[in-house]
């Protein structure tokens, strides 16, 4: 069964401490790798699309990488706008649906 | 190019009651996608519709059910309401033409059932 793991749950950063976010993923066959940032209340916003290992993206202080079992969103120099919930999904070969990780809630400090 | 709508934004019913949920998707997308979300369970997929069809489907009761229009408009059921129904409703569509496509999420609908 397809499965997608973030870690961490929480993480909590000052402004300007860059840090990352780890999606581990379990799929007979990926043929996505999407990332989205929640806001409380609201809907996903669209990040990024990687289809293959080794494919990186950026979007200002934002970067994913991905590899054949995980993908990394880096964010460097975090604002404080930058706080929210960042989900990570896959789509298998296989299957139209999108399978979602639990997410990471992150916080950035002043 | 406006997103997807979703109306209502909230909604509080009883238990036992029934509730139809609408979506509007980006206009040229024909694929509309319905998740569950809930802080213990987090985003559940429900189902998709693709030109008026049903192409795939989450593993959820048969209390959940959707349709979708001509006009790719599309609206989910919920029969019976019971106290975990309580969630975000999100709908999510694409142009459902590709391979792999990005879905892009509509604001949600909040549901309470009391």
């Known amino acids: 069964e397809d499965q997608v793991t973030q870690s961490p749950e929480a993480l909590r950063l000052q402004e300007g401490e860059s840090s990352s976010l780890n999606c581990s993923y379990t799929?007979?066959?990926?043929?996505?790798l999407f990332w989205y940032r929640q806001d409380p209340g609201k809907g996903p916003e669209f990040l990024f699309t990687?289809?293959?290992a080794g494919e990186e993206k950026e979007k200002e202080r934002l970067k994913a990488t991905l590899t054949k079992k995980e993908s990394f969103l880096h964010i460097t120099a975090p604002k404080p706008e930058d706080s929210a919930t960042y989900l990570c999904?896959?789509?298998?070969?296989?299957?139209?649906?999108?399978?979602f990780g639990a997410g990471t809630r992150l916080t950035v400090k002043p | 190019k406006a997103g997807v709508t979703q109306t209502p934004r909230y909604l509080i019913k009883t238990r036992g009651q029934q509730v139809t949920l609408s979506c509007s998707p980006i206009?040229?997308?024909?694929?509309v996608s319905w998740y569950q979300q809930t802080p213990g369970q987090g985003l559940q997929f429900l189902f998709e519709?693709?030109?008026?069809?049903?192409?795939n489907k989450g593993n959820f009761p048969g209390r959940f059910s959707g349709r979708q229009f001509s006009n790719s408009r599309s609206e989910m059921n919920v029969s019976t309401l019971e106290l975990g129904d309580s969630a975000l409703y999100l709908c999510?569509?694409?142009?459902?033409?590709?391979?792999?496509?990005?879905?892009?999420f509509g604001p949600g609908t909040r549901l309470l059932v009391l």
């Open positions: 999510a569509s694409r142009s459902g033409a590709g391979v792999s496509e990005t879905q892009y």
């Open positions: 799929v007979s066959g990926l043929r996505g």
């Open positions: 990687l289809y293959s």
């Open positions: 999904a896959v789509q298998a070969v296989n299957n139209n649906d999108m399978r």
């Open positions: 206009s040229g997308h024909r694929s």
């Open positions: 519709y693709f030109s008026e069809t049903q192409r």
